[in-house]
């Protein structure tokens, strides 16, 4: 099992910053990713970004591609995302999750595999990050 604490969340103003972490104990997976996914008001949950366990390849959606930035300290077992220039339809609960393996072998393909938050395995319980214009 993995548990995943999210924090960092809040209130602010469009064009602020904000920094989300979230902390994982439990098992860890070098084969995996751990990631961010969002879910704003009626909407679905939508894939943000996501870091490998091991190694430096990053994923972002297309909509915070230049603006948020993914991290991850392996000493504290904790990753983050730095969000910056933020609208308001950043607007959401935002989740950390993780991901034990990833099937796809292309770069491409597992982008494309990791949009899909049916395919994750674990979750955190989210925080709420609200921008206002």
């Known amino acids: 099992q993995v548990q995943l604490v999210e924090s960092g969340g809040g209130s602010v103003q469009a064009g602020g910053s904000l920094r989300l972490s979230c902390a994982a104990s439990?098992?860890?997976?070098?084969?995996?990713?751990l990631g961010w996914f969002r879910q704003g008001p009626g909407k679905e949950r939508e894939f943000v970004s996501a870091?490998?366990?091991?190694?430096?390849?990053?994923y972002y959606s297309d909509s915070v591609k230049g603006r948020f930035t993914i991290s991850r300290d392996n000493a504290k077992n904790t990753i983050y995302l730095q969000m910056n220039s933020l609208k308001p339809e950043d607007t959401a609960v935002y989740y950390c999750a993780t991901k034990a393996t990833v099937r796809s072998r292309l770069e491409s393909q597992v982008a494309e595999e990791l949009t899909h938050p049916q395919l994750w395995d674990f979750w955190g319980q989210g925080t709420q990050v609200t921008v206002s214009s």
């Open positions: 870091i490998r366990w091991s190694g430096d390849n990053t």
């Open positions: 439990g098992r860890t997976f070098s084969g995996g990713v």
